[in-house]
């Protein structure tokens, strides 16, 4: 099992959009298995590569019924307008929820690992844990989606969090291998 540090809210890679995958290669299939090894040890719903301060369109999710999957290079549609208001949470922000309104349904297209393309259609807490995902890749954070006193409290529980401020972990040895220099999300992982 490999696991490594979950980005903390503050540390500059949450808010960087990160670039397609291109390659399909054993260094994609390793951290979709370290993102997966993570989230079980967190006890997550969902965890994006930007959380591990990997800059790649990349994220896994474990459902409560034992259903767990990844998807590359997100896409997401919305079939209808319904809306869904419910806590959110977020490994980057941990311990704290939010009401945040979502779409109540969603399609989200991409590939595996290996390049194969899926089409997963996600309802209520999958279709949410797909637009939180999806919206790390992106930079943005759930709190981002809060009305200006939603996002006004939630930064004052931020602020007032035992965790808020904490130096961001180092990476001296990256895990999977050479990135290309704009997939580096911080200087001190080379």
Known sequence: MTTRPVRLFGDPVLRAKAPAVVDFDAQLRHLVKDLHDTLYKEQGYGLAATQLGVLQRVFVWHDSDGTEGHLVNPVLEFPDEEEQDGPEGCLSIPGLYFDTKRRL??????FDMHGRALQIVGTEKLARCFQHETDHLDGVLFVDRLDPD?????????????????????????????????????????
């Not at 349904?105 to 991409?110: L, S």
């Open 105 to 110: 349904n969603t399609i989200a297209k991409g």
């Open 150 to 190: 939603g996002r006004k409290a939630a930064m004052k529980a931020i602020r007032e969090s035992e965790w808020f401020g904490a130096e961001p972990p180092t990476v001296k040895v990256n895990p999977h291998g050479g990135l290309a220099p704009g997939q580096l999300s911080h200087p001190d992982e080379f």
